[in-house]
């Protein structure tokens, strides 16, 4: 099998009859002109016997057969307005399926290698040619036109001798000859010469027709001439043009001397250009007012207030930075991704009744890197945490608790004495510490929460026993949170931000248990959540699995970038 029998059989046989048709005598110079203009017009059409693949609105692809076609013309109403466009519907077959479907142009396809511009160009330089003078038309070969039944006359406007006689009539009117006057206003344009081998048959026929015409002028003077009162209204068609433009026996419009030239038009944009530097098209728009994500709006002039239930402007910060690290380290944490509203919706949600399972999840696997399970290392806890520091009221009342209560003796009264400056030093001396011991004794309690009570009445079960045995049902993972947090205090660069948040989920005007935790939880306002998974996720970057997943990503760039480098390099060599 030859070359041009391989590009036959690979061309869709279903559009060879409609481009055959389409070609045939078209005048475009260039064959890749006419690839392009072809190309173009059939990219989007599809005919009977085609294979094709139907694209559904869900975005399954289904192969199929085209059965019939049906084109709907455009509708132009009255006034010159399209109110339909022209479209086609297509009966499609679908194949392995006893079915049959109805579509329109939009959700078909073909492959992208039956109908290419290479395989145009090749089944067009096989079908079709044409004479080598100058304007001849594309004809289809013998073969192929008796073939599909096209019609291989040429029309006669497109003879040779039509074009001939047309440009030697477009040569005089060049000249200025027209109805016996000259008219000097036409450009002059170079004079079209045949070229090949029929360049000498040309010549002769030129010398011929002239000999013709001048026997026809000798034989009869008004010969081509133009009646006067139709050239007197042409030329005054001509001289009373309108915009300052004359159009003349239909030509294309030249200026007439006296009018005003319109303005140029504006130069176009040359790219690269800074966006800045482009004029906006509003095109009736308005833009849309601004949408702050916290209700404390920022001003110029004003401090934002704080505004009750909402999120703060600080809260913002700690948004984008907890849910960027989720999301980042997901495959660590073992979380599937989720959007930054789904994030925010779930951390303001405040319910008795359900709880949020994404807000659920995200903290329990976020303790999870905190803490190995125990029969992981024995439960080893991968961060480090500073050391339980009891408050001094609790220190007190255990010590009380402790020592039995003994009754002071009443002091001796001591005869006074001769009073010196020793002994006055020394009275003095007394008075301070009695002073101190009494504001000591009148000083309230400066306990901000009841954390510190809640893990001495769970010692056997602390939170690291809790969190090694994943007990984090029916709200234990907020007991968690909170034996941390109480942990986490004895930081000095933590102390003010965990009291805060301990405040909230262990109050002092409460009992110190974990159905009392979980309800001020359950109830705590967003500012709080996203101040606890900041913490938590601050304390998994110190976590072995986090660093160890760190050093496997800069480990697999390293290594895209040597083969990104070898590819460069293959291909220079190449």
Known sequence: MDASDQVDDAFPDALKEPILRKV??????????????????????????????????????????????????????FDGTIERKAFARYFLSLNNRKEELLVDEDHIVRDRKAFTKQRLRSFLKKTVDRDLWAGAPWCVKAKFADEYRINGEIPQHLTYESQLAQRKVNLAMRKGEYGGQILDIFPRLPELKPKGQKAKGVHQDLARLSTEYQRSVAANPDFGKVPQAIQQAQIDQFMNGQNGFAQFNGYHPIAVKGHPKPPPPPPAPKYPIEDLELPPEREGSTRPAMKFLSQEIPSIHQVPQPVEGGISMESVGYLLETWDTLNVYCEVFLLDSFTFDDYVEALQLTSDVFQCDLLVEIHCAVLKQLVNDINDKNGQIQISLPELIQSETEDD???????????????????????????????????????????????????????????????????????????????????????LLNQLSGDPRRKRSCDDILARLAPLDQEPSPEVTIACYESA??????????????????????????????????????????????????
């Open 397 to 483: 009342s255990a010590e009380d608790r402790s020592t039995p209560q003994t009754v002071s003796p009443e002091p001796e009264v001591r005869p006074p004495g001769r009073t010196t400056r020793s002994s006055l030093a020394k009275a003095e001396a007394a008075e301070l510490r009695s002073s101190e011991n009494q504001g000591r004794l009148l000083q309230p309690d400066s306990r901000l929460h009841r954390a510190g009570e809640m893990e001495q009445l769970n010692k056997d079960y602390d939170w690291k026993s809790r969190l090694r045995k994943r007990d984090f049902s029916d709200g234990g993972w907020v007991y968690i949170i909170v034996g």
């Open 525 to 574: 306002d967003v500012n709080t959540r996203v101040k606890i998974l900041q913490i938590l996720c601050m304390l998994s970057l110190e976590t072995k699995a986090v660093r160890a997943y760190m050093e496997d990503c800069n480990n697999n760039m390293t290594e895209y970038r040597k083969e990104k480098i070898e590819l460069q390099k293959k291909r220079r060599t190449a």
């Open 24 to 77: 045939q005598f078209s005048t475009v110079s260039r064959l890749d002109s006419l690839v392009d203009h072809v190309y173009e017009e059939f990219k989007h059409d599809f005919y009977p016997g085609e294979s094709i693949t139907a694209v559904m609105d869900s975005g399954e692809r289904m192969p199929g057969l085209i059965r019939e076609k049906t084109k709907f013309p455009e509708l132009v109403a």
